[in-house]
């Protein structure tokens, strides 16, 4: 008898022959059976025991003094040694016990005595280290033994469920179950909190142990499983904490938590690409529903009612089955109606002190200024935020200076800690500022001197950020958890500080190897170093051209956070390929320290990000001097290969290519396993929040002039990348998410994670690559064959014009299917002016010209997706239509095209003359940014550009 909770893994390793390898070894075990082995004397006494306590000699006829001779006993299987292997008597309606003698069985492969009425203990079988199956559930047994799993090496799955057990933890032994592939103990008496071994054991797929007493927080680590089961915990308190772990589950297809004390937001669900059955209802969960749930593509089945969810009411797909009994908190019951930009700001707000349970409880409906907890207004403004004593913790959110008629912000007597954001004091009708009894540490923004400021209680104000506490695990303002020593022997301090210094001492003793190894070294002449880096800090620079290829170059800089100071340097030979070493990357003098950006992202603190993406986070940062940047931190867990590579593209591309349309590259960091891009910082953020989400950052819609001037930038850029840098590149991914908008509003194409070389002898040769991008964009004949030319970019710049004519996502699931895809779709609207009016975004102010204007733009949409990539254009003739219709773009900064003498209204000789001039008497010292962003601003300001003439505007070294 074969159970159905096998693992069906087990079973598709059957080769093609298994059929014929069953039948053979029925009939063997037929031909056999006459002659069958006589059991071993162990064995048969054992199974002598095991038959009484069953009361199977009498109900199955285990009578005979052996279980494997002249025949087996009714569901009891024998080996050829007489060894019983499996006992199988699921659903036989038997009434004992299961008797201790079970373990020595010691050749046992199968133990199944499910559904019947046994009672009595579950007794150990420790030892069997054959042991695959154990199936005892729907029974009455009253206990398990405590090395019920110790030395179970060889388990595959184990069912315990519905049976009255003694309360009992998840035992520290179940770790020994290295092959455990299934773990069902659902009704048993669990309790205590999940053991963090869990995530470690390398074959665990189903875990399921609802209906127990299970507490505390989840482990993180459970990021391995592709079903989950911990709904309905009945004790007090149940499981509780933040379902942050579901992010990492990237496997899961089934996740069933409701009927818990789960707290918190919703995490981020785009890498559970699996999932299908997820039920989270009943719990304490808060915040917005995030789109990366409700765009989840497998997504069958889902329930979130009961809890306080916020924001506006999600649209599922049309094939997702919504439960949508219990309450919720929406702020409106349509589905897909935006809330009321001051609801959103609020929340913006509440994001900072992970969306607490209490605000969220007295925050309901769509007005604030009727009945919001601690929120007062004033004419149907915002004017005072009182949250004293709500516990609050997290961290003060920037998003409170965007309420500009706030006159009072009480935050007294909770537990908030991080910086007070500088924000806060531009605040125009502050008057009282009340953040008394909190943890907040730092310096203070300057408020005005009519603000009453209150912040006695917090005694690490005008202070750095505290070490962490013996035993703490770190704070939600993202300072480092503690290392574990902590504890109540009264030596954490001891062992911290001896943690440090072996850490000092190893460090040392590294180098120590090194050159005892027989590196050598030798002394030469350095530049100071002219970007961000931290005092003392050692920083590994690549290798320049020329100089030995297993060369890098170790600085330890000493002097200022600016890299002002001077610099002692020493080479060493490594040839060492071990993947934690050092990766050289051929970018120049353009490393920045961790530390330093560890400063000014204020520890890479949630209040700092501005966009997550699919290999890591993108935080604001500010240098002393006050310079804004914005630093892409690649997430460790999920780098891998992949993300490696493409931190490695991105570099090689933005150090080869510099124009006003692309965004520039400022420097990296490789540090152990940081990963680290920093940017020049673009305030008015991606294009696809102004297009897409406007109303939910209180913005108002892009006007077509703007969105005009928009195309036109990103058609530069692009044309800069296909046909006047030195090299061809292909972007491969171009969507309004990836083209960031400065104060000017000037964009510029960012994320070069994915860009590719194609080959210098012909500009539409296809390159063969693995499929990267969005869907939506991709061309179709780089989605059917993994072939990608420049015209796969050109018919993403095509959608991208559909969007800024529409208003509508390249891809919107929450269209009719038919209207779904927007390239289709567009087509369609365009066969008559009548419904072409129609598709454009109905926040266009459209007179006659700018519906002229409209019209030749969609139409420049449609040539770039045709669906034969030879008829689609070239980018320069994109920038050519284009251009026409914009007006002439003037810098902000009048100064900032002729800082070299170069003046826009030159002829192209004249141009040319001044710039050679100035290479004659420039040594391109600290200048060569500057420098470059000029030649840039000059090049793609020139009118007519012939061939060859840009690339001597590329760089000043001649790259």
Not at 685 to 696: D, T
Request: proline share 6%.
């Amino acid at each position: 008898m074969q159970s159905p909770t096998v693992s069906t893994a087990r079973r598709r390793r059957r080769g093609p022959g298994a059929a014929l390898l069953l039948a053979l070894a029925v009939f063997l075990a037929s031909f056999g059976a006459a002659a069958a082995a006589t059991a071993s004397p162990q064995d048969a006494a054992a199974m002598q025991a095991v038959a009484v306590a069953l009361g199977a000699d009498k109900a199955l006829g285990w009578d005979t003094p052996d279980p494997c001779s002249p025949k087996p006993w009714p569901g009891v299987g024998c080996n050829s040694d007489g060894r019983v292997t499996a006992v199988q008597v699921g659903g036989k309606g038997l009434t004992g016990t299961l008797a201790p003698e079970v373990r020595n069985l010691t050749e046992l492969m199968r133990l199944e005595v499910f559904s019947n009425n046994l009672s009595g203990p579950l007794p150990s079988l420790a030892g069997l280290v054959s042991l695959q199956v154990i199936l005892v559930h729907n029974n009455s047994f009253a206990s398990i033994a405590p090395d019920f799993f110790k030395g179970l090496s060889a388990l595959n799955a184990i069912s315990l469920d519905d049976n009255p057990l003694a309360a009992w933890p998840i035992p520290a032994d179940l770790a020994d179950c290295a092959s455990l592939l299934n773990f069902s103990a659902n009704s048993v008496n669990l309790t205590g909190p999940l053991p963090d071994f869990l995530g470690a054991m390398p074959s665990l797929q189903q875990f399921h142990v609802a209906m127990n007493y299970l507490s505390g927080p989840v482990p993180e680590s459970l990021a391995s499983l592709e079903d989950l089961w911990l709904n309905g915990q009945k004790g007090s308190p149940k499981l509780s904490g933040s379902i942050s772990f579901i992010a990492n589950m990237t496997k899961a297809t089934q996740l069933w938590l409701h009927s818990n004390d789960f707290t918190g937001p919703l995490p981020d669900f785009s890498g559970l690409t699996s999932l299908y059955d997820l039920n989270l209802r009943d719990n304490k969960l808060t915040g917005p529903v995030p789109d990366s749930l409700v765009k989840l593509k497998t997504l069958k089945n889902v329930a979130l009612g009961n809890n306080m969810l916020q924001g506006p009411t999600p649209v599922f797909g049309t094939g997702v089955v919504q439960d949508k009994s219990g309450t919720f908190q929406f702020c409106l019951p349509d589905p897909g109606t935006p809330c009321d930009p001051r609801v959103n700001l609020l929340l913006e707000v509440a994001a900072g002190f992970m969306y607490p349970y209490k605000l969220a409880q007295g925050w309901k409906g769509n007005d604030p200024c009727t009945g919001f907890v601690g929120v007062e207004c004033n004419n149907g403004n915002i004017t005072a935020l009182s949250f004293a004593n709500k516990g609050l913790t997290g961290s003060i959110s920037p998003s409170i200076s965007k309420i500009a008629t706030l006159e009072t912000l009480v935050l007294s007597s909770n537990n908030i800690t991080g910086t007070v954001p500088k924000e806060l004091a531009d605040l125009p009708a502050l008057k009282l500022v009340d953040l008394s009894n909190n943890n907040l540490y730092g310096q203070l923004p300057t408020f005005r001197s009519n603000v009453i400021l209150k912040t006695d209680g917090n005694p690490n104000i005008g202070k750095d950020a505290p070490a962490p506490t013996p035993g703490s695990h770190g704070n939600s303002n993202g300072t480092s958890p503690g290392d574990g020593s902590g504890g109540s022997n009264g030596g954490s301090s001891s062992s911290s500080v001896g943690v440090i210094l072996g850490s000092i001492f190893g460090a040392v003793a590294a180098l120590a190897l090194i050159a005892a190894l027989g590196f050598y070294c030798y002394k030469t002449k350095q530049k100071p170093f002219g970007r961000v880096q931290s005092p003392h800090a050692m920083v590994i620079h690549p290798r320049h051209s020329g100089s030995d290829p297993d060369m890098v170059k170790i600085t330890v800089a000493s002097g200022n956070a600016n890299g002002g100071g001077a610099a002692t340097n020493q080479a060493y030979s490594q040839a060492s390929t071990d993947p934690r070493d050092i990766h050289v990357v051929e970018a120049g003098n353009m490393v920045i320290s961790i530390q330093v950006l560890r400063n000014v992202t204020n520890n890479f603190s949630q209040d700092n990000i501005l966009g997550r993406g699919g290999f890591g986070t993108v935080y604001k940062g500010e240098l002393h001097d006050g310079t804004k940047i914005a630093v892409k931190r690649m997430e460790s867990g999920v780098m891998g290969n992949k993300g490696l590579n493409e931190f490695k593209s991105e570099i090689s591309v933005l150090t080869k290519v510099r124009h006003r349309n692309l965004v520039s590259l400022l420097g990296y960091c490789l540090d152990g396993n940081e990963r680290i891009l920093v940017y020049e910082y673009m305030p008015q953020g991606p294009v696809s929040q102004h297009l897409f989400e406007w109303k939910e950052h209180n913005q108002q819609p892009l006007e077509w002039k703007k969105r005009l001037s928009i195309a036109l930038d990103v058609a530069r850029g692009v044309e800069y990348l296909h046909s006047l840098a030195q090299q061809t590149f292909i972007h491969r991914d171009l969507k309004p998410s990836n083209i960031l908008l400065g104060d000017d509003m000037k964009a510029k194409v960012a994320d070069f994670g994915l860009v590719r070389l194609a080959p210098s002898d012909g500009k539409c040769v296809s390159v063969e690559t693995r499929l990267a991008g969005t869907f939506g964009y991709l061309a179709p004949e780089y989605a059917v064959t993994g072939r990608v030319t420049t015209k796969a970019d050109v018919f993403s710049f095509g959608v991208i014009l559909m969007e800024l004519v529409t208003g509508r996502r390249a891809l919107d699931e929450t269209q009719p299917e038919d209207s779904m895809h927007l390239v289709t779709w567009f087509r369609r609207m365009q066969l008559n002016q009548d419904t072409f009016r129609k598709a454009i975004d109905m926040t266009i102010d459209l007179d006659e010209e700018t519906f002229a204007s409209v019209s030749t733009v969609a139409q420049l949409a449609g040539h770039c997706c045709a669906r034969e990539p030879q008829q689609r254009p070239d980018m320069g003739h994109a920038v050519n239509v284009l251009s026409t219709l914009s007006d002439v773009w003037k810098p902000t900064d009048p100064d900032s095209d002729d800082s070299y003498g170069i003046d826009l209204d030159m002829t192209l000789p004249q141009a040319l003359k001044k710039w050679q001039a100035f290479e004659d008497s420039s040594h391109f010292d600290g200048a060569t940014s500057s420098f470059l962003a000029s030649l840039d601003n000059t090049q793609t300001s020139i009118p007519t550009r012939p061939p060859g003439f840009a690339d001597s505007f590329t760089s000043a070294d001649g790259r």
